[in-house]
């Protein structure tokens, strides 16, 4: 406008609920909506269902958990590992199994699970809600090789083998003592039975054979055969003596083997069996550390600051005596989650945080460190920020108490809630350990549900880290209600996760939801770096636009009383072309309805005069009061006009 002068809000910045008086582009009820660049849109919708309907639950089953359970040899295929409670039973069903109706474990107790993926195996720890199921273990689930998951580990055989010796051949003349273990489908080798004794004859090296070597359980796939160096003076206990690898039987048949080797060749010690657990104790929780696999929490109070952690490279293999670490016994609660970070571990109280790092020696000897000894998270509360290949981690995610933080080794002071520190401090005491956390690194988007509290019900915030991963810097949006619209209605967030899907041949990834209510199905939301197709978007058979209020700050072009005459306004106002909007001053000027073709200004004059106008609370109490609201596709710029008309002038 001519002689005008302009105040441009071109950034919009995301929900505010800290004060009442909100900075220039943050504002209330950003709802619906996500950001690129300065500019605000209307978010994906959801549109992806994935029947549940194979399943069959019971009647009284409600979804507790679910995670995506994708193999190697088929990354883009849809499976999940469901769990169901009914009360009394916890349930755990493979949507890609032959048979998903037939659960690959029940338990009861079971109200939730955490899952360890590795070498295309799941391994499941069962647990209750705040640590691991009492007198249960970790299971391993393989579907290549069966249907349903079995014990983690395993025991020792129960039969002892007899040696005898044989025809000429390298075995080294004196006394041995020989025994075997059976080797499972995932790779583990149990502790080996009672060893028996066998002499070669001086002077004559010969071949030891072998008989009685029992089959195992289901899951055996070999015998694995171990034997001493020749023994000059056996005190008749076999422990004080190393033990090698000298030979498999490669099938769960055979029960009949022969050794052949001179002393020399015996380098493979397996020392370290007569150590390992034989099952792993249910855990709260279950991860991995530098190639070994960690659990923490188990079901007793002397093991709550306990985290296990297994020979490295071989995941089911515990060591009993030293294969574990002890974090801040007493202190900050139970250990609620762990996480490898930079070669580090980090362990997470409700209150504290701690880290331990690999040394040469057992993991009982690693030195634990107190990190924060008032900041911790719950058993959900930690994602991680990846770049957008996903090959290197940036940051964790970390929800704390007092609010969100991102974490590379230390906590920042103030959280990335800092524009919502009166809601998120209320919700996060509520919701304590009920809240879900995931991260789309493409669209660098962080996505955060809540639990069922009845007082507030169910919320989804989006909160967009394009511009960086600092409190002034992110920009959030809640995306509530979550019920929008007929087959795709969401009830409730029960459990969600970010998974890898291609559209027509493109790779993109998905946000999938379990309803804590409607078990029929999950839902999910393509998540799209491209700015949305002009148009209403469709939000499961209703239309759907954004609306949100922008704040202005205060606004006033001289120091006087000043004219507010006019405002343009730039987006897209639906495939209708109609906008709704309220433009308030004192006298609560509205307008709706107000037509604009695509990528227009919307223009409107106006004749207010006052010192300023500035953005106060919700309520509209103020005469002063200056509030937009939007409900549309788009918007990208908003100009305020005006003059002073006169001056203060000194008394």
Request: proline content about 4%; charged content about 20%.
């Amino acid at each position: 406008m001519r002689d005008q002068a302009e105040f441009v809000v071109d950034d919009f910045r995301g929900y505010w609920d800290r004060t009442a008086l909100y900075p220039k582009g943050y504002g209330q009820a950003y709802n619906d909506c996500r950001f690129k660049d300065g500019t605000v849109y209307v978010r994906e919708p959801v549109d992806q269902t994935f029947s549940l309907a194979a399943l069959t639950f019971g009647g009284a089953e409600s979804i507790k958990r679910i995670f995506p359970f994708r193999l190697s040899s088929a990354p883009f295929t849809v499976r999940y590992l469901v769990h169901t409670y009914d009360g009394v039973t916890g349930r755990i069903r493979d949507t890609g199994a032959g048979a998903p109706a037939t659960p690959i474990l029940s338990k009861a107790g079971m109200q939730d699970f955490w899952l360890q993926i590795l070498f295309d195996r799941a391994y499941i720890t069962p647990n209750g809600a705040a640590r691991g199921l009492a007198s249960e273990f970790v299971y391993v689930y393989d579907p290549s090789k069966t249907t349903t998951a079995r014990k983690a580990a395993g025991l020792k055989p129960a039969t002892f083998l007899t040696p005898a010796v044989g025809a000429a051949g390298n075995c080294t003349p004196g006394f041995h003592l020989v025994t075997y273990a059976h080797e499972t489908d995932s790779g583990f080798v149990t502790k080996y039975t009672t060893p028996a004794g066998v002499t070669v004859p001086a002077g004559t090296p010969s071949i030891i054979t072998l008989t009685g070597v029992a089959v195992g359980p289901t899951g055996t796939v070999a015998r694995r055969i171990l034997m001493t160096k020749f023994i000059t003076n056996y005190d008749g206990n076999p422990d004080h003596y190393e033990f090698f690898f000298a030979g498999t039987i490669n099938d769960n048949v055979t029960t009949t083997g022969n050794i052949n080797l001179y002393d020399t060749q015996l380098v493979s010690s397996g020392a370290y069996l007569l150590d390992q657990l034989e099952e792993i104790p249910a855990a709260l929780g279950i991860g991995q550390y530098l190639g070994s696999m960690t659990t923490w929490n188990d079901a007793t109070d002397a093991n709550d600051s306990l985290v296990r952690i297994s020979k490295k490279g071989e995941p089911e293999s515990f060591p009993a005596t030293d294969g574990y670490l002890i974090a801040g016994k007493g202190e900050g609660g139970r250990i609620q989650n762990c996480r490898e970070y930079r070669g580090t571990l980090y362990i997470f109280k409700g209150r504290r945080t701690y880290n331990a790092q690999a040394t040469d020696g057992p993991a009982s000897t690693w030195p634990v460190n107190t990190v924060d000894d008032n900041k911790g998270t719950t058993k959900l509360g930690i994602a991680e920020v990846v770049d957008a290949t996903g090959n290197s981690l940036d940051f964790l995610l970390i929800e704390c108490l007092d609010g969100l933080y991102p974490f590379d080794g230390k906590y920042p002071d103030i959280p990335l809630t800092y524009a919502l520190e009166n809601s998120m401090r209320l919700t996060y005491s509520k919701n304590s350990g009920k809240t879900h956390l995931c991260v789309d690194p493409v669209t660098k988007r962080i996505f955060i549900a809540f639990g069922s509290d009845a007082t507030t019900g169910y919320h989804l915030w989006s909160v967009d880290y394009s511009q960086g991963l600092t409190y002034e810097k992110v920009r959030w949006a809640r995306w509530a209600p979550i019920a929008i619209g007929g087959a795709n209605k969401i009830t409730g967030v029960q459990s969600m996760h970010i998974e890898p899907v291609q559209v027509a041949g493109q790779e993109t990834a998905r946000l999938i939801m379990a309803d804590s209510v409607n078990t029929a199905s999950l839902k999910g939301i393509i998540l799209n770096e491209a700015v949305p197709t002009i148009g209403d978007v469709d939000f499961g058979g209703t239309s759907q636009d954004i609306s949100f209020q922008v704040g202005i700050g205060s606004i006033e072009f001289g120091s006087g009383v000043n004219s507010f005459n006019g405002f343009r306004l730039r987006g897209f106002m639906g495939s209708d072309t109609q906008a709704t909007y309220i433009f308030d001053f004192a006298l609560f000027d509205s307008i709706t309805g107000l037509s604009s073709g695509t990528g227009n200004y919307i223009y409107r004059l106006t004749n207010y005069v006052s010192e300023r106008i500035r953005t106060l609370d919700f309520v509209r109490t103020a005469k002063d009061y200056s509030d937009f609201q939007f409900a549309t596709n788009f918007v990208e710029q908003l100009i305020i006009y005006g003059k002073p008309i006169w001056q203060s002038r000194a008394m």
